[in-house]
C-alpha cells in the first residue's frame, strides 16, 4: 500500500510499503477513506519530537472502513464505516475506566522508554513517535487499529467524512480546551492559535457559554475565520503588547479563561520569545513557551489556563510567581478522544457544531508532501488539509 | 542533621533506601563531561568577553554556566530530568558478593487478587509475560522445569514452590544441581480504593562463586531491574487488557534503493 513516511526533519514522502496485518486479537484493519494533517504532525516535521524513525508512517486523524477484524472483536463488523481516537487505549486499566484515555497503562509498547522520559507512560499514540509506541499512523490507505472494540467509533452512512473526520482529534481536542476551562456564564475566553483546534475551541467555547471569545493569531485568514466564528480577533503583530491589550479589551481584569492552542513552537517577536528560539535552535532548551507565558500574564486573578497544546519537556522562564500569585488553575494533557466522540457526533448531527469550516485543502494521498510544506509555509491560506487515500 | 527515625516507619525506610543508593551528593555529571564543560565554558567566557559586543556576552554567559557545571559538576537539567551521567543509579536492586542478586519491584493491577494469583499460579503461564522464559513445565504439583532463552541456546532449572498460600502469596526456589540458585515471590494484595491488587515480585540470584558475572547476565542481560519492571509490565497487559501491546510486524518504509 501506499503510505505517508517520515524521512527526517523536514522531509515526509510517500512510499509503497507492506500493508498492515492483525497482530493482536483486538486488533482491525481499517481501509483509510478520508485522513488529516494535524498542526501536531509538523512538530514531527520539524522534528521537534524526539525517537523518530526513518521510514515511521505518519497520521492520526483517520476514518474509513472496517476490512479485517481480530478474533476479539465482537462490537464491529466488516464494512463498517468508523473514526478512530488518535489515542490507542485498552478500556480496561485504571486510566481508561475514569475516562482518561489518553493515560492508558496498556497501550504504549515502549512505556519504559516513556517513564524514562516522563517518569510515568501515557497512551500508545497513531504516528507520533516511538516515545509513544511508534504504531503506524493513518496517512496511509490501510492502519491497523488496536482494541478496536473499545477505540473507533461507528459513523451513520448519511454523515459525510469530512463532517465527521475531526471527531477523531481536534473537535474533541478543541472541547475538551474548552471544557477545561471551567466557563462559567459570562466568561470572556481568549484564545492563543486560531489554527484548526483555536478555531474549533471558539465554537466550542460559546458552545459552553462564554459571552466573549478572542483570538489571537497573526495570519490574516485565520483571523477572518475567527472573526467569522464571532470571536474577536487580535492580530499580535498590529498590538504593542498582547497582555495590555487584552486587559483593556476586559475593562482590566484580564480574560477568566486563557487557552493555549500553540505549543511547544510558539512564535512572537517579544524579547522572550527571541530567548527562546535562540536556546531551542542551539538545543539548550526543549520548548518555546511564548504563547503560554503571555495566557500566564494575561490571565485574570483566579482564573484557568487550559493547556491543548502540545509541551514536550522543560520550560525556561516559566512564571509560576506570578501565577501563584494570581492563584491561577491549570487544566492540560493529550486528549481523551474516547470521552468526547459519541457526545460530538451527536452535536454535529444536531447541527449545534459543524467543523467543516475549518478546512482549506483537499488533496490525494500521493500529494501529501506538498501538502505538509504548505501546511508549514502557511502558502495558500493553508489551514487544513484533508488527504484523500 | 541526624533526625531519629522510628524503625520501620517509611520514613526511615526511605532513609535507608537512599543511603543504599549513596546518592546524597549533587554530583550527576560525569568526569569527562565535567571536564569537557571546565574547559569548554572557560574557553567560551573569555572568548565572549573579549569579544566586547552582545553577541560575545551571550556567548560569555554559555560559557559561564558550562564552567559551573565542570567546577560543581550538577546540571539542573539532568536533575529534572532525573539523568545523571556520574556513575548509574540503581534503585530496586542491589548486588553484593556476598548476597547475589536481588530485585524487588511492584505494579498495580485493575483485577482481583484471586485472578491475579490463579494466572500465576498455574506457572505455565509465566512465559506469556516473562520474556526471558521459553517454558515452564509443571511436573507435578509442586516441582517445574523452568527453561531460560541464553544468547547461546538455553539454560533449565528445576523449581519447587516453598510457599503458598491461595489469593495471597507464592514463593519458589531452584533444586539442587541449579547452574543459579534462584528464588521468587510474588505477593497480591488487595489495593486500597478497590484500584485492583498490588503485586510485587521478589528475586534472588546466589550464584556459585565465580559463575556470578556470566550467569546472570545470560538470564538478565544488564539490566534485571528493568527486565522485571517489563516482566511486571506485560503481566498486568495480559491481566487486564487480555493481551500485551505490540508493534511487531507492522508496516513502515525502510528499504531505500
Known amino acids: 500500500m501506499k503510505a505517508l513516511c517520515w524521512e527526517g526533519a523536514g522531509r515526509v514522502r510517500v512510499e509503497s510499503v507492506p500493508d498492515p496485518k492483525i497482530l493482536n486479537p483486538r486488533d482491525a484493519i481499517v ?71 489518553a493515560l492508558c497503562d496498556n497501550s504504549n509498547p515502549n512505556a519504559g522508554m516513556a517513564e524514562m522520559m516522563n517518569g510515568f ?9 516511538h516515545l509513544y509506541g511508534g504504531y503506524a499512523g493513518g496517512q496511509a490507505e490501510a492502519v491497523r487499529v488496536p482494541f478496536a472494540d473499545v477505540g473507533p467509533l461507528k459513523v451513520p452512512d448519511d454523515m459525510p ?21 471551567n466557563i462559567q456564564p459570562g466568561d470572556t475566553v481568549a484564545i492563543w492559535g486560531a489554527g484548526p483546534v483555536g478555531l474549533l475551541a471558539i465554537r466550542c467555547a460559546s458552545l459552553l457559554g462564554a459571552e466573549r471569545v478572542i483570538a489571537i493569531d497573526r495570519y490574516p485568514n485565520r483571523l477572518r475565520l475567527a472573526r467569522e466564528a464571532k470571536a474577536e480577533a487580535v492580530d499580535y503583530r498590529a498590538v504593542a503588547e498582547v497582555t495590555e491589550t487584552l486587559k483593556e479589551m476586559t475593562g482590566g481584569l484580564g480574560p477568566d479563561v486563557c487557552i493555549d492552542c500553540v505549543g511547544l513552537e510558539s512564535y512572537g517577536h517579544s524579547l522572550d520569545a527571541f530567548y527562546d528560539y535562540a536556546k531551542t535552535s542551539l538545543f539548550l532548551a526543549t520548548d518555546r513557551t511564548h504563547a ?10 483566579g482564573g484557568t489556563v487550559s493547556i491543548p497544546g502540545v509541551y514536550g519537556g522543560l520550560l525556561d522562564k ?72 | 542533621m541526624t533526625t531519629t527515625l522510628t524503625p520501620g516507619s517509611p520514613a526511615a525506610r526511605y532513609r535507608e533506601i537512599e543511603e543504599t543508593r549513596g546518592e546524597a551528593s549533587d554530583v550527576n555529571v560525569g568526569e569527562g563531561e565535567r571536564l569537557a564543560c571546565g574547559i569548554g565554558g572557560a574557553a567560551l567566557a573569555l572568548y565572549g568577553i573579549r569579544r566586547d559586543d552582545w553577541g560575545g556576552a551571550a556567548l560569555a554567559l554559555l560559557g ?66 516473562m520474556r526471558h522464559l521459553e517454558s515452564v513445565q509443571v511436573l507435578d504439583g509442586n516441582r517445574s522445569r523452568w527453561t531460560a532463552r541464553a544468547p547461546l541456546g538455553t539454560v533449565s532449572w528445576d523449581a519447587a514452590i516453598i510457599n503458598d498460600v491461595p489469593d495471597e502469596l507464592i514463593a519458589w526456589r531452584s533444586l539442587e544441581g541449579a547452574d543459579v540458585d534462584n528464588a521468587g515471590s510474588v505477593r497480591f494484595r488487595p489495593a486500597p480504593g478497590n484500584r485492583g491488587t498490588t503485586v510485587t515480585v521478589e528475586l534472588n540470584y546466589e550464584p556459585p562463586a565465580g559463575r556470578l558475572g556470566v ?21 498486568k497487559q495480559v491481566m487486564e487488557a487480555g493481551e500485551v501491546a505490540t508493534v511487531q510486524g507492522q508496516p513502515s518504509y525502510h528499504g531505500r534503493d
Open chain 1, 31 to 101: 481501509r483509510i477513506t478520508s485522513t488529516a494533517i494535524c498542526g501536531s504532525d509538523l512538530h514531527l516535521y520539524d522534528g521537534f519530537i524526539p525517537t523518530m524513525a526513518e521510514g515511521d508512517i505518519l497520521g492520526h486523524e483517520f476514518m474509513g472502513e472496517v476490512v479485517e477484524l481480530g478474533h476479539e472483536v465482537t462490537s464491529l463488523g466488516v464494512g463498517d464505516r468508523v473514526v478512530v481516537p488518535f489515542s490507542i487505549s485498552c478500556g480496561n486499566c485504571f486510566f481508561c475506566e475514569k475516562d482518561l484515555w
Open chain 1, 121 to 129: 507512560s501515557a497512551s500508545g499514540l497513531f504516528g507520533y513517535s
Open chain 1, 161 to 181: 467524512d469530512e463532517k465527521v473526520l475531526f471527531l477523531s482529534d481536534i473537535l474533541p481536542t478543541a472541547y475538551m480546551a474548552a471544557e477545561n476551562g
Open chain 1, 292 to 301: 503560554l507565558r503571555q495566557a500566564i500574564v494575561a490571565c485574570r486573578k
Open chain 1, 318 to 389: 516559566f512564571p509560576l510567581g506570578m501565577a501563584f500569585a494570581k492563584g491561577l488553575t491549570f487544566k492540560m494533557g493529550q486528549t481523551h478522544v474516547q470521552r468526547y466522540m459519541k457526545p460530538l457526533l451527536e452535536r454535529i448531527r444536531k447541527g449545534e457544531i459543524d467543523p467543516t469550516f475549518v478546512i482549506t485543502h483537499r488533496m490525494r494521498l500521493d500529494d501529501a508532501a506538498d501538502g505538509y510544506a504548505q501546511f508549514k509555509l502557511h502558502q495558500d491560506e493553508c489551514i487544513k488539509i484533508v488527504l484523500k487515500p
Open chain 2, 64 to 129: 559561564g554556566a558550562l564552567l559551573y557545571r565542570g567546577v560543581t559538576g550538577h546540571s539542573e537539567m539532568y536533575e529534572a530530568l532525573n539523568v545523571s551521567t556520574a556513575g548509574k543509579s540503581r534503585a530496586g536492586w542491589s548486588r553484593d558478593v556476598h548476597r547475589g542478586l536481588k530485585v524487588q519491584k511492584t505494579v498495580t493491577v485493575n483485577r482481583s487478587p484471586e485472578e491475579c494469583y490463579r494466572f500465576w499460579r498455574d506457572f505455565e503461564n509465566l512465559p506469556r509475560f
Open chain 2, 215 to 235: 550467569t546472570i547476565a545470560k538470564l538478565f542481560g544488564e539490566e534485571p531491574e528493568q527486565q522485571v519492571r517489563e516482566d511486571l509490565r506485560r503481566f
